[in-house]
T-cell receptor, first 115, second 109 residues
């Protein structure tokens, strides 16, 4: 069964530091997503990515965030200068298409802790 | 304003009970996604449906697009079904999803 992988599983960083969260989507998927879930809260959409560009982004996804697909397999989320409120679980997901039969497959998540 | 509302927020059931979780949404969509989040945090896709009903094992999902409402049913519930169940709704482009707050289900042996 193909799966989405994410590394690291847990990242601890100091406030103001840059972090890069990595995801390897399923190989024949074309649509990629990042979500975050603050502890005890609901999952929130951050950004979607297709054809090497951002399709949509939420209000959360400000100038501190960026995404990249550097090598055709990895899909990264960069936070330039982390804040305490960036502490959350970050999930990557991918889909083959946007049709009703195309489910999102989620990665296991990266728990980011900003101190 | 919540684009997606789920009920109940918390649910405790005895093993074997029939369980229903509801999801109502206000955004226009083409399909709806039911997800299961395990206590460890991992998210698993259960169903994506755009009409009628889908069944997978003991899980059944129904959707009424006109009423903007979906239900997830679990028959013969088991303690291993204990998890948070989340409905998620894509925008018409399919490029963004709105998530419900989840229903936390505990099934007691």
């Amino acid at each position: 069964e193909p799966e989405v992988t994410q590394t690291p599983s847990h990242q601890v960083t100091q406030m103001g530091q840059e972090v890069i969260l990595r995801c390897v989507p399923i190989s024949n998927h074309l649509y990629f997503y990042w979500y975050r879930q603050i502890l005890g809260q609901k999952v929130e959409f951050l950004v979607s990515f297709y054809n090497n560009e951002i399709s949509e982004k939420s209000e959360i996804f400000d100038d501190q965030f960026s995404v990249e697909r550097p090598d055709g397999s990895n899909f990264t989320l960069k936070i330039r200068s982390t804040k305490l409120e960036d502490s959350a679980m970050y999930f990557c997901a991918s889909r083959a298409g946007t049709g009703a039969s195309n489910e999102q497959i989620f990665g296991p998540g990266t728990r980011l802790t900003v101190l | 304003k919540n684009e997606v509302e789920q009920s109940p927020q918390n649910l405790t059931a005895q093993e074997g009970e029939f369980i229903t979780i509801n999801c109502s949404y206000s955004v226009g969509i083409s399909a709806l996604h039911w997800l299961q989040q395990h206590p460890g945090g991992g998210i698993v896709s259960l169903f994506m449906l755009s009409s009628g009903k889908k069944k997978h094992g003991r899980l059944i999902a129904t959707i009424n697009i006109q009423e903007k409402h979906s239900s997830l049913h679990i028959t013969a519930s088991h303690p291993r079904d204990s998890a948070v169940y989340i409905c998620a709704v894509p925008t018409n482009t399919g490029n963004q999803f709105y998530f419900g707050t989840g229903t936390s289900l505990t099934v007691i042996p």
